[in-house]
């Protein structure tokens, strides 16, 4: 599939992370993704943190020719992945299956 779009909602702060994760997997996938637009909620208790690290991701994918599209909800709640083909992968409790990572740094 090419020009593939995800559509990603899920909560904010702790999820970034994995968030990243994500994005780095795409990456490897033969799918050659174009656009990811990220649906999420604005995190209160440290909004600056969340849109700092936000922009690093997007700079970060922009070097590999990925648009981050990233917006905010105050009403979501369902978190899943949306693909332009159709296909829609609900992930209720979100990317945060994986274990806490040890460190953070934030590159892809």
Request: charged content about 20%.
């Amino acid at each position: 599939m090419f020009g593939m779009s995800i559509y990603y909602s899920d909560a904010p702060e702790y999820t970034l992370y994995n968030f990243l994760r994500f994005c780095e997997m795409l990456l490897k996938c033969q799918c050659k993704v174009k656009t990811i637009h990220l649906l999420t909620s604005q995190d209160e208790d440290s909004s600056a943190q969340q849109t700092t690290a936000l922009a690093e991701i997007k700079q970060s994918l922009q070097s590999q020719n990925v648009c981050l599209d990233v917006q905010y909800s105050s009403t979501i709640h369902d978190r899943e992945i949306r693909f332009n083909n159709g296909w829609i992968i609900k992930i209720s409790r979100g990317l945060d299956y994986f274990k806490k990572p040890k460190d953070t740094v934030i590159m892809i």
